[in-house]
C-alpha cells in the first residue's frame, strides 16, 4: 500500500498594483473629439481597454497596454469599426522605436514588465522569449508544473 503525498504547493499570484500611471502598450487607441459618449466600445470590448461609468460624462482614456490591436479586427467585437462616430484609431506605438535593443527589443521589455507585475504572460501578441538575437542569456523558458 503506497500513499502519495503530495508535491510542493505553489505560492498564488496576486497582482501587485503598478507603480506607474499608464503601462506602455504594443499599440495606442486614441479617441477623437467626434467620440458621443455612446459606450459601444465599453461593451464590446473583452479587454478591458475602454472604460466607462455612468456617472462620468466621457469615458476614460483606452487602456493601450490592454489592446491586442490589429489581430482584433478579425473578430466581432473590434472597437475601431463598431464605433458609430468612427472616433477611434488604432495603430503602433511610436514610443516602441525609443525602446530595447538588439537582444531586449521593445516588445521583450514590455512583455517582461507585464509578466512581473501580473505573473501572467501577455494576452497581447507579443515576441517575450527569445528576441532578435536568436537567444543566449534573454532567451526565457518557463516550466510550468
Known amino acids: 500500500m503506497s500513499t502519495k503525498t503530495p508535491g510542493p504547493r505553489l505560492p498564488e499570484v496576486v497582482q501587485a498594483p503598478s507603480r506607474f500611471r499608464n503601462a506602455i502598450g ?4 486614441r479617441r477623437s473629439s ?32 490592454l489592446c491586442i490591436g490589429f ?3 478579425q473578430t466581432d467585437h473590434f472597437c475601431v469599426d463598431l464605433c458609430p462616430e468612427k472616433a477611434l484609431t488604432l495603430r503602433l506605438n511610436p514610443i516602441l522605436e525609443t525602446m530595447g535593443d538588439y537582444r531586449w527589443t521593445p516588445e521583450m521589455l514590455i512583455a517582461h514588465w ?17 528576441g532578435n538575437s536568436g537567444g543566449g ?3 526565457m523558458r518557463f516550466k510550468t508544473p
Open 26 to 29: 504594443k499599440f495606442t487607441i
Open 34 to 65: 467626434r467620440c458621443q459618449s455612446c459606450g459601444v466600445c465599453a461593451e464590446v470590448c473583452p479587454y478591458g481597454v475602454h472604460t466607462r461609468y455612468d456617472n462620468y460624462s466621457m469615458p476614460l482614456r483606452p487602456r493601450d497596454d
Open 71 to 73: 489581430e482584433c479586427r
Open 114 to 130: 507585464q509578466m512581473a507585475e501580473t505573473g501572467n504572460v501577455p494576452v497581447v501578441d507579443l515576441d517575450y522569449s527569445i
Open 137 to 139: 542569456f534573454d532567451k
